[in-house]
C-alpha cells in the first residue's frame, strides 16, 4: 500500500458466481439481487438498496441509490466521475489493480480477483457508495475478462 494513503482499512469485496452473486465488507457478507436488464440490487450500508449496471457495449458504469445517481463512461484514458461536488479519476485496470484518485492522491485502491473486485483501502469519502463500486467493478472486470477468453 502506497505511503500517505489517508483511507479506512476497510475491504470490501464483489464476488460473482455462477448461481449467486455477493459482497463482503470486512468479511460481513451480502446478498446482491440479479434483476432485469443486467441490474444488480445491493443492499446499501445506510441509505437502503442500490442498483448497478455495467453496459459493455459503451463500456459504462450506472451506479443508482436513493441519495446518487452516477455514470462512470470509460474511456481510454482520463476516465472520470463526479460526485459530491468532487471529481474522481479512475486509474488503469491493467495489471489487475483497481485505483481511483482524488486529484494526485488514491482514495480507493484494489485489485481484480477470479470472482469480483476486493477493494483493501476506501476513503470515508466514498464509504456510502463502496458496495456500488466494489460490483460495478466487478462486473466490469467481469466482462473484461470474458472478452479477453473468448478471443
Known sequence: MASGLDVDRVIVESKFGILRDRVLVDG???AVQRGRHGWRYVPGARE????????GWRDRLTIQS???SIEIRFRWRHTTFGWRGRV???GSMLGNRVTIFLGDRPVAVGKITWSGVRFEAIDPELRDIERELAVGFGLRAQAIAMAVAIR
Open 88 to 90: 474522481y479519476r479512475v
Open 66 to 68: 436513493p441519495n446518487v
Open 28 to 30: 460481513r457478507e451480502f
Open 48 to 55: 437502503g438498496i442500490g442498483r448497478v449496471r455495467y453496459d
